[in-house]
């Protein structure tokens, strides 16, 4: 089946419009790259044809590559993967710029037919690129459209002919933020970013392209870097302000990215490079370092965790298999800090929402937070005051628990106390329909255990928020022993509708994601007792891709927590609680008033703001330092292993029953190194033999949290990944 058509009409204008069967949003083929060069040789041979109209007939033009494309150029090259791609890269290169040249003499730059590209709505990656090369871009005022190069957030960059054009058209310093932080914007925004041509009604782009197409010259067919005299805007690196500006660029690239990410590394090559050499030139080192970058295990890694799986669960993938479960009501007990943000969140995506405190100020205050992040949002031309009132509207603060009656769903944030939240949990009940379900936010306490106070355990589920609600993707579901579907299909539905990303596990002390998360923490602490130096554990976490270091992360969440959690653990282990010189330190910290962040004082110093200033200098007098230090990759590795081991203990018992969950979840959840894919993906990428081999010497050095679980072992003598020996779940 064709996935563009060719249509011409008396005017000479050749219409292609892309419309891949079966999807959507179009994306760009193996099949396509062939069928589009076709029809772009047709309309330049054909005499009657005077210029051409690219464009969709679905309501995007486009949402970017086949994945599967970059696949086969790969797997047809056979033995030699990285000509395949590189190849294959060429090829799109050829097509792009033809239609760039469009014919035109290549001395006079005359004779060219005009090739306009008109956007009905988003136009995302390859679907920015083509456009790019052709004429002039046009779009519609479309309000839910976004166009950009979004490449960068999946682990590769633009490697058709984006990077190399957008830098050309807008200079480095223009192109920066769209080509390294992958922004996406309305096309307004990008009109008056210089990024595409026009900005007009729906319902005249088409009119306004032919117009374009029937009046074009031959000098409005000539992209400033094929014209004589072209100068990159703000300068290529030899040029004094171009040398500033790529100086900066490199420098910014790597504070933010500390090294660990090959793409945007690979990006500023071809950028820097592609600079100083002609077009064709260019594009062909892009088409290098995108090669480059496309056999990098991360870039497979990143794309499968954060786009692919990502889109799997968020599509339901662990769904069961029962009716729709949409929350049309929902009920809120405990308008605290958890409370307020599921308030919120759920009242923006368009649910009614009663949210009960036990006083009713509590209640107002609940729903102030509310208040003031739509507020933020006006700042910033995000929201609009409609949207504030009708937001705010849908919020019920009261104390009175018979207003809960009609709501399908009702999430507890009360004290972390099990008494408190049986209390609730019965109240809320006798309230509440039959068919409603009852939602847990506990971070610590089991499902199972909480159920007991239940009339209704099956339809008693946790569903586990991460903090700040607003800000933080992740939902964990967490499973009780008694959970029955529909509850889980309704928590399922409710985070669909909040537009985050959900896992489903089972119950088990921590769960999926804190069960890892205090590890992490726990290492560095433990390293500050042996008198490792505290700098050297939070630069390691952060060079190896941990967004913040694990003496930072337990600032932020408080060190009295940390206590809380440390108490109850020990009181439920008894003799087999590890974590005793852990302790030793928290304690000591608590002791001396140091509670992190919210009291200016914790591992690290705070000013009056409460800005870090620091690590805190008195940490070396309570802990002095060892005479010899680990080097930096000795702390890395326990930095990382403790966190992915526990993640394969998770999956060795039965709380993480897929590794996409164990892989999304470890990034959206705790920001585990997302260059390696996520632990699963990171211990892949290291291969099972070696991550055995490793783990065994840190267990020799540091003790039996390191020891490497079974499940590991045995894939390192099969020779098996986690990719291939979980690829039923993952296909499921
Ligand atoms: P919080 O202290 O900020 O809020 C708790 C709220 O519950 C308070 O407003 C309190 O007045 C109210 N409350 C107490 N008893 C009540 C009752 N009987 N009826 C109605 N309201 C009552 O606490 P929080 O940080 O929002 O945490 C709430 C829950 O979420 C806890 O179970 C916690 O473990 C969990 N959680 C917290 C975080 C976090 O980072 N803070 C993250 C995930 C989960």
């Known amino acids: 089946?064709?996935?563009?058509?060719?249509?011409?009409?008396?005017?000479?204008?050749?219409?292609?419009?892309?419309?891949?069967?079966?999807?959507?949003?179009?994306?760009?083929?193996?099949?396509g790259i062939a069928e589009l060069d076709g029809l772009i040789d047709r309309a330049l041979a054909d005499d009657a044809v005077k210029g051409v109209i690219l464009t969709s007939a679905k309501k995007d033009f486009a949402g970017g590559m086949d994945?599967?494309?970059?696949?086969?150029?790969?797997?047809?090259?056979?033995?030699?993967?990285?000509?395949?791609?590189?190849?294959?890269?060429?090829?799109?290169?050829?097509?792009?710029?033809?239609?760039?040249?469009?014919?035109m003499d290549p001395k006079t730059l005359k004779g060219g037919k005009p090739i306009v590209a008109a956007l009905p709505g988003t136009a995302a990656g390859i679907g920015l690129e083509l456009p790019l090369a052709c004429h002039r871009i046009i779009a519609a005022d479309n309000p839910k459209a976004k166009i950009g190069l979004p490449e960068i957030l999946v682990g590769i960059f633009p490697g058709a002919g984006g990077t190399t054009r957008l830098v050309r058209?807008?200079?480095?310093?223009?192109?920066?933020?769209?080509?390294?932080?992958?922004?996406?914007?309305?096309?307004?925004?990008?009109?008056?970013?210089?990024v595409i041509d026009e900005v007009v009604a729906p319902e005249d782009l088409m009119a306004r392209a032919r117009d374009w197409v029937l009046s074009a010259k031959d000098a409005d067919l000539v992209k400033p870097w094929d014209a004589k005299g072209y100068k990159m805007p703000g300068?290529?690196?030899?040029?004094?302000?171009?040398?500033?500006?790529?100086?900066?660029?490199?420098?910014?690239?790597?504070?933010?990215?500390?090294?660990?990410?090959p793409a945007a590394k690979a990006l500023l090559s071809a950028v820097y490079e592609g600079a100083q050499v002609p077009f064709d030139t260019a594009l062909r080192i892009e088409a290098r370092w995108f090669t480059h970058v496309l056999l990098n295990p991360s870039s497979g890694a990143m794309i499968r965790s954060l786009f692919l799986d990502k889109e799997a669960l968020e599509k339901g993938a662990n769904r069961p298999d029962v009716a729709d479960m949409t929350v049309r009501k929902l009920g809120v007990l405990g308008a605290g800090m958890m409370g307020a943000g599921i308030a919120h969140v759920a009242a923006l995506a368009g649910i009614e929402v009663v949210l009960i405190d036990?006083?009713?100020?509590?209640?107002?205050?609940?729903?102030?937070?509310?208040?003031?992040?739509?507020?933020?949002?006006?700042?910033?031309?995000?929201?609009?005051?409609?949207?504030?009132?009708?937001?705010?509207?849908?919020?019920?603060?009261t104390t009175d628990y018979a207003r809960l009656s009609g709501c399908d769903l009702v999430v507890e944030a009360v004290f972390e106390d099990p008494k408190v939240k049986a209390e609730v949990t019965a109240r809320a009940e006798a309230a509440m329909g039959p068919e409603a379900v009852f939602a847990t936010n506990t971070s610590t306490l089991p499902i199972t255990d909480l159920a007991r106070a239940s009339q209704r355990p099956e339809r008693f589920i946790?569903?586990?928020?991460?903090?700040?609600?607003?800000?933080?993707?992740?939902?964990?579901?967490?499973?009780?022993?008694?959970?029955?579907?529909?509850?889980?299909?309704?928590?399922?539905?409710?985070?669909?509708?909040?537009?985050k990303t959900p896992i489903v596990v089972n119950d088990a002390r921590f769960f999926y994601a804190n069960r890892c998360i205090i590890p992490y923490i726990n290492e560095g602490i433990r390293m500050v007792a042996e008198g490792v130096a505290p700098a050297l554990i939070e630069n390691a976490a952060r060079m190896v891709g941990m967004p913040v270091g694990p003496l930072q992360l337990v600032d932020e969440t408080s060190i009295d927590l940390g206590v809380k959690i440390a108490r109850a653990t020990r009181a439920a282990m008894g003799e087999a609680y590890p974590d005793g010189a852990v302790d030793e330190v928290l304690f000591a910290m608590a002791d001396n008033g140091?509670?992190?962040?919210?009291?200016?004082?914790?591992?690290?110093?705070?000013?009056?703001?409460?800005?870090?200033?620091?690590?805190?200098?008195?940490?070396?007098?309570?802990?002095?330092?060892?005479?010899?230090?680990?080097?930096?990759?000795?702390?890395?590795?326990?930095?990382?292993?403790?966190?992915?081991?526990?993640?394969?203990?998770?999956?060795?018992?039965?709380?993480?029953?897929d590794i996409r969950e164990g892989n999304v979840g470890a990034i959206l959840g705790w920001g585990?190194?997302?260059?390696?894919?996520?632990?699963?993906?990171?211990?892949?990428?290291?291969?099972?033999?070696?991550?055995?081999?490793?783990?065994?010497?840190?267990?020799?050095?540091?003790?039996?949290?390191?020891?490497?679980?079974?499940?590991?072992?045995?894939?390192?003598?099969?020779?098996?990944?986690?990719?291939?020996?979980?690829?039923?779940?993952?296909?499921?």
């Open 1 to 31: 089946m064709p996935e563009f058509h060719y249509a011409t009409d008396a005017d000479g204008i050749a219409t292609i419009t892309w419309d891949l069967p079966g999807r959507s949003m179009n994306v760009l083929t193996f099949e």
């Open 67 to 103: 994945l599967n494309a970059l696949a086969r150029m790969k797997a047809e090259a056979g033995d030699d993967p990285a000509r395949g791609l590189f190849d294959g890269i060429m090829r799109l290169h050829g097509v792009l710029r033809k239609i760039e040249r469009a014919g």
């Open 169 to 194: 058209k807008l200079g480095a310093m223009g192109a920066a933020p769209f080509l390294l932080e992958g922004r996406m914007q309305a096309p307004a925004k990008m009109k008056a970013a210089g």
């Open 235 to 261: 300068g290529t690196p030899y040029h004094p302000a171009g040398f500033m500006t790529f100086v900066g660029a490199s420098a910014m690239v790597m504070g933010r990215t500390m090294g660990v990410y």
């Open 358 to 397: 036990a006083a009713q100020e509590a209640a107002e205050k609940g729903k102030a937070h509310s208040e003031s992040l739509l507020d933020k949002g006006m700042k910033r031309g995000k929201v609009t005051a409609e949207k504030k009132a009708e937001v705010l509207g849908r919020i019920a603060p």
């Open 462 to 499: 946790g569903i586990h928020f991460f903090s700040p609600v607003d800000k933080m993707m992740l939902v964990e579901i967490i499973k009780g022993e008694e959970t029955g579907p529909e509850a889980v299909a309704k928590a399922l539905d409710f985070v669909r509708q909040i537009r």
């Open 594 to 657: 140091r509670l992190g962040r919210k009291a200016k004082a914790g591992f690290y110093a705070y000013d009056d703001a409460g800005k870090r200033t620091g690590l805190w200098d008195g940490l070396a007098d309570h802990w002095p330092l060892a005479a010899d230090q680990p080097d930096l990759t000795e702390v890395q590795e326990r930095l990382l292993y403790v966190q992915a081991l526990e993640a394969v203990r998770a999956l060795e018992a039965g709380v993480l029953t």
């Open 672 to 732: 585990f190194a997302p260059w390696s894919g996520g632990p699963f993906g990171w211990l892949d990428i290291l291969g099972a033999r070696r991550a055995v081999d490793r783990a065994e010497a840190l267990a020799a050095a540091h003790g039996d949290r390191f020891a490497p679980p079974a499940i590991l072992r045995d894939m390192a003598g099969k020779g098996e990944s986690f990719e291939t020996r979980f690829a039923p779940a993952r296909a499921a």
